[in-house]
């Protein structure tokens, strides 16, 4: 019977019947597979733009911060620049301010006078004016007296001013210290 001749119907059903077998096992093994790796790659580009999107962010934010890490920087070197670049002196101010508060003493007045270099030693004088009571200028200038190999007091003078709580005081020191090394910051 296979070996009998096909009529010319038999050959279109046949032939459709390919066709349709075909078609059906393109759509079962290459159409659907293909859809379905399709949508993972559409997945896996949605995550990467994602990724992108929060990248493109974050450059946007590192550059803002760029720009307020220049902003800081430059009020640090301007503050560092206001400093004194004695390492001492501020070691100083933060002690006399301490001193100042520990005997309820007022701060009139801070001057830098003269510096000058003895032997290894720099050398500031300065002058401080302060406001309190007689015990409280005295205990101030116990203070100093424990602050050794810095501090030198070279005049003091006390007066009532009329009119006032208190005694002010005029006190003279020298403070001394090593020079700042060339090229140390």
Known sequence: ??????????????????????????????????????????????????????????LVEEGNMA????????????LVNLLPHDKSEPTLLLFLAEALSANDLALQFL???ETREEGKLTV??????????????????????????????????LFLPAGTEGVEADISLEVFSLPHPAGED
Do not use: C
């Not at 393109?26 to 733009?49: D, W």
């Not at 005295?138 to 007296?145: D, I, K, R």
């Open 1 to 58: 019977m296979l070996n009998a001749a096909l009529t010319k119907r038999e050959k279109y059903l046949l032939l459709s019947l390919l066709l349709v077998l075909l078609a059906v096992g393109g759509h079962h093994f290459l159409y659907r597979p293909l859809r379905t790796q399709l949508n993972s790659l559409q997945a896996a580009v949605r995550e990467e733009e994602e990724i992108l999107a929060k990248n493109k962010g974050l």
């Open 67 to 78: 720009a307020t890490y220049g902003q800081v920087d430059e009020s640090y070197r301007e």
């Open 111 to 113: 001057e830098w006078n």
């Open 124 to 157: 500031y004088s300065l002058q401080i004016g302060v406001r309190g009571g007689y015990g409280d200028i005295a205990g101030f200038l116990e203070l100093l007296a424990e602050f050794p190999r810095f501090v030198r007091l070279q005049a003091l003078d």
